[in-house]
């Protein structure tokens, strides 16, 4: 268990419980004064027991979800107990509860106020329990809402990713683009340069072809004139 006082009670309960469970027994070989006697000390233990299951019951409540289930079925097993006592003792010494003896005080093991007293308390322990699901419900829900305000926010992330990348293809296609117009460019600088080189080549020739002839003019009119 989580409680260490809760162990506490428990220990001090198991104690009582073993002394509660040999009266009914031993009423039953007694007589007068001391059936009496002995009547009135299952009361009082009765009481205490009434009393530690209740300290029992607020620790219960303090303690950590997880164990309280475990603690509650302890207690709910405690108390049926303790009312099996009851019942067995009023079998074996009736007439002779607390109302009758006088004196016993308001823990009497046959009063219609313990009895109610103790039904409370096990309708108490199924509301913690009942408490105790709703938690756990709550608990789930709320892992489920994180986990999907998570999956949301990853796929958030996820589409301005592809968006960035998505600038970056738009950008690597204008600078293609670019690339390709400047080619285009190049090409026709390239095809014009061709032609004035073809252009070049051709004037060239001309202009040695016209050399040559007046070279040769020159020869002719020097030597065979």
């Known amino acids: 268990m989580s409680s260490e006082e809760f162990e506490k009670l428990h220990e001090i309960y198991r104690s009582l419980y073993e002394e509660l469970k040999l009266m009914p027994d031993r009423v039953l070989t007694c007589r007068g004064e001391e059936r009496k006697r002995l009547v009135r000390s299952f009361d009082e233990r009765q009481g205490e027991a009434e009393e530690v ?3 029992m019951e607020e620790e219960l409540r303090a303690a950590p979800s997880s164990h ?7 207690l709910r097993m405690y108390r049926r107990d303790l009312g099996k006592l009851q019942r067995d003792m009023k079998v074996s010494a009736p007439g002779s509860g607390s109302m009758a003896v006088g004196g016993g005080g308001h823990h009497g ?6 009895q109610q007293s103790t039904h409370q308390q096990s309708q ?15 608990q789930s829900i709320e892992r489920s809402q994180r986990i999907a305000n998570e999956t949301e926010q990853i796929g958030t992330d996820i589409i301005e990713e592809l968006g960035e990348q998505r600038e970056q293809l738009d950008r690597t296609r204008d ?5 390709g117009e400047n080619l285009g460019r190049t090409r ?11 252009t070049n080549k051709l004037l060239l020739a001309v202009i040695i072809l016209m050399e040559l002839a ?6 002719y009119l020097k030597f065979f004139r």
């Open 53 to 55: 299951l209740e300290g």
């Open 68 to 74: 309280r289930n475990a603690m509650s079925t302890k």
């Open 109 to 114: 093991i046959y009063s219609s106020q313990n």
């Open 124 to 138: 108490r322990a199924l509301l913690l329990q009942g408490t105790d699901a709703l938690n756990n419900a709550s």
């Open 175 to 179: 600078r293609l683009v670019h690339t």
């Open 188 to 198: 026709k600088i390239l095809r014009s340069m061709a032609r004035r080189l073809v």
């Open 214 to 219: 007046i070279l040769g003019a020159v020869v």
